[in-house]
Nanobody, 115 residues
Framework: QVQLVESGGGLVQPGGSLRLSCAAS????????MSWYRQAPGKERELVAS????????NYADSVKGRFTISRDNAKNTVYLQMNNLKPEDTAVYYC????????WGQGTQVTVSS
């Protein structure tokens, strides 16, 4: 079955960096678009970034453009989110997602940006 396991979250000061990872299994990873979403307390889940199956095409929310980079390693079945110059408003639970007939989510990883 499809499994997505995020890691790499934590507490970081404003201006700091984190690298999130999402390890995937149970499907042909290299055939699917992968996405990162986030959900802050009291807010709806929102798309942060997505990457095409081959990794050549990426898309970002306006709020993270120039600060976040999505990438993938199809040999490792893993998608990454490099987050630089973090701001308090980036505080959220971050989820990876794949759509394979159904929508599959990981369990999420908490990112807290605070001094």
């Amino acid at each position: 079955q499809v499994q997505l396991v995020e890691s790499g979250g934590g507490l970081v000061q404003p201006g700091g960096s984190l690298r999130l990872s999402c390890a995937a299994s149970g499907f042909t990873f290299s055939a699917y678009i992968m996405s990162w979403y986030r959900q802050a307390p009291g807010k709806e889940r929102e798309l942060v970034a997505s990457i095409s199956n081959g990794g050549l095409t990426t898309n970002y929310a306006d709020s993270v453009k120039g600060r976040f980079t999505i990438s993938r390693d199809n040999a490792k079945n893993t998608v990454y989110l490099q987050m630089n110059n973090l701001k308090p408003e980036d505080t959220a639970v971050y989820y990876c997602r794949v759509v394979k007939r159904n929508i599959y989510w990981g369990q999420g990883t908490q990112v807290t940006v605070s001094s």
